[in-house]
Structure formats: C-alpha cells, structure tokens
C-alpha cells in the first residue's frame, strides 16, 4: 500500500467541496477574492464567503461555483445556488459533477424532486466517483419496505458504481428487506467483518493511558475542534497539527492496522464480496467529542474502502447507562424508518487504546453517553484516491 501524505494536499472541508482552481493569471484581485473567500467558507462563514464569490465572479475567470453554490445552500438561499450552478455549467469548464449534484440538492430543497433526480444522474453520469449524488439517489427509497425499488436504483447506476461501498451498503438493506437473507448476510456479517486491534505506544510515552491522555489533550486543543450542526457534536477534522506528538504515531499505527486487517481478508471472507484493496490510499481521521445525549447517527463512509474507530476516552459508566456510549455496528434505523436489518446489530463497548476496523459499506451508530464527561474517538478511513485529488 502507498499511503499518500495528506498534508501536501488541498485541505477541503468536505467531500462536498471543489477542490481549489484557481484561474491564471495569479496575483490578481479576482484571485485574491477567491482565495479569501476559500478561507471565508473553510470558517463556515457562508454569507461573507457568498459576497466575496459574487464580486470574484464579475472580474472574471472564476472557477469556483460549487464553492459558491454550497454558500447558498447553507444559507437556505436554493434559487441562488440553482442560479449559481446553471452559470457553472456554462461557463466552467472541466469536472461539473459537483455542479450537476449541488444542483440536485438545490432542486431538492425546492420540492422539485423529478428535476433533482435528474440532475444527480447526470453527476453520476459524468465521472465514476460522484459517490455523493448516488446517495442522494438511493436514500428516499431507504425506508420503502418494498426493497424493490432501491435494488433496481443500485442495478441502474452506471457500471463503475456496482460494487462501489455506498452501492454495497445499500443494496445489503434492499436485499434484507426483499427476504434475500443470505445473499445480504453475505454483504454484512458482524463477527467476520469486524476486527478489533490494540495498540501499544512506543515506551516513551509511559503506556497507554498516558499516550490516551496526551491524545485527549491535543484534540480537546486542536484548533478545527467545533461543534458541527450536521454531525451534532464537537469534531476535529484536522489531527495532523505541527504542534501533535501523539497523534503521528498513532497514524502510523492505524495505517499498519489497516493493511494487517486487509491482510485477514481471505480468512474473514471479505475477499469475496470487495473489489480489490486499492494499491494507494490515504489516511483520513478526525477527533470526535460526544457529550451527554450527543450521539452519532446510522452511517457509512462512501468515500473509503476500509473504515475504523480507535477509542481514546471512554466516560466511566454510572450502571444506569449499560449502553451509553457504544459503538452499534450493523444498526441503519435512522434511515430505514426503524427497520431492522437480518444482520441484526453488534454494541461494542469502547475500550481506549483499540482500534475497532469494518468495510467502510457497513452502517454503524453511536449511542449518547449521557455523561458529561467527553467521549473522544478518532474515526479512520483508508480513503481511495480518486483522479481530481492527485
Ligand atoms: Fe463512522
């Protein structure tokens, strides 16, 4: 495996985002505007983010309209994104997949859903990767318990898609709702699939629970540590800070896990049912921080291959709360409208100091806590590199 360096890449915000292209000649005020608006939306400062995009936009060679469009969005202005990416389309050359899909959303936002399907086709169209789009595809069939329509939407996706994880994950709860049991078991199986690794810090930084507490102490400091409206808690999304002892080491632990869990494939089985393990890749972490009745709704993570949770603080338990805080695997009711699955689900209590690894296809939860001490994990992710992040 060729780990990727991170660093050396344009920082998005999320996957959601374009990535930076800036539009010679440099140095100029319409390049300068853009820049500062990048930086405006990498703050969520969406408004000041739009006006700076709106100006840019008049002097010229601006590239940057999915940034633009995702200002609006989160303004609950959809027209003017609508309007944004029409423009886009028009004027930008290159990649419009992002356009086409923020399109989409901002049709969704106004009711036209027939125009939004539309459109996020036309993302999925456009490159093999606009794993996003086919998500927004999939989801408003997730809770029809006729699993009918949501298998034919996974087969009618372009042939790139077929085995991609967002496509694997969905396909299993379509397949578990037709009755088709054990080709789904065969797609989510919660003790062959799930691997649990403990890690032993070097000796000097004093075991485990110190190294945990330095861990701790660096997210809990960490600079792009705020509270997220769309996760509902506190997170990090940057660890690989100058200043971080601990969190470097525990990358490098956590990339060799990844490839010694790759390794067991062929005797967990998952050989079978994943494409192969990509020949490069990169580590993508962050630092989450639930409290009380903050938790984490059922998800995947369509843009890896392999995903994971290392545990680095658990708050002690009052025994009143048997399950608070545990990592539930398998779980997708916060989609489905309740169901429950034929894999079933598997809690597992965080244990600080392990690395809990699964496919990145399998849905996964967490439950509130309900103490107001901080649970910290660091969610991890071999993500795939894809062609426009070179
Ligand atoms: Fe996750």
Redesign the pocket.
Known sequence: MHWHDTRSWPKSLSNALQKPQIAAPPADEATRLTKLGENLLRGGKHGEAATVFERAETLGGFRQFANFAFCYLALGRPDSALAVCDRGLVGAPGDSSDLHRLRGDALASLKRKAEAREAYRRAVATTDYAYTAAESLLLPLLSDPDGTHLLAACEELPAAYANCTVVRGFRAIALSRLGRTEEAKMLVDLDRYVGQFSFEPPVEFGGIERFNALLATEILLNPTLHYIEAYGFHRAEHLDVKEARAFPVLAKFLQTTIENFIAEFPRRGLDAILPPAPMEGYLKTAGNVVRGKESHHS?L?KFAYV?G?YHVTVPTQDGAEARGGSLVIGACDDFTGGYAPCWGSRDIRPKPGVATLLPSHIF?SVVPTNSTQPRIAV?FDLGMVIPHQR
Do not use: G, R
Request: net charge neutral.
């Open positions: 998800h993570h995903s949770v996964h969610p």
